[in-house]
């Protein structure tokens, strides 16, 4: 299984940014998706999730409203697009594979057996 993420980059506070995962070695429209994210010196926490139809997502508080989670079945690629862009969003951001919704609702990185390598996002102030 092989989940390739793409598009960070450095970008002004405000900015806009559309993060992408492509999934290869699973049937992808079977996995539920996740994107979770890392800054320097805290643990992995969870950003956003999508069901395997699409149809059913969910977001930390931290970025509701400011950001949307989709997913291309036919592509098997999932997307995070960004908006308004603060500090604190600057991490490392990483998508994630895994089986069932409720795996996804748990939140928890210890729960999916499926990653990417991660992109960087720095937002600047």
Known sequence: V???ASGGGLVQA???LTLSCAA???TFSLHE???FRQAPGTE???VAAISRSGRN???ADSVKGRFTISRDNAKNTVFLQM???KSEDTAV???AAGRGWSTLLSRSASDLPFWGQGTLVTVSS
Request: proline share 0%; hydrophobic share 30%; with cysteine.
């Open 2 to 4: 092989q989940l390739q």
């Open 14 to 16: 405000g900015d806009s």
């Open 24 to 26: 290869s070695g699973l």
């Open 33 to 35: 998706m996740g994107w």
């Open 44 to 46: 992995r926490e969870f």
């Open 57 to 59: 997502t969910e977001y």
């Open 83 to 85: 908006a308004s862009l």
């Open 93 to 95: 951001y990483y998508c």
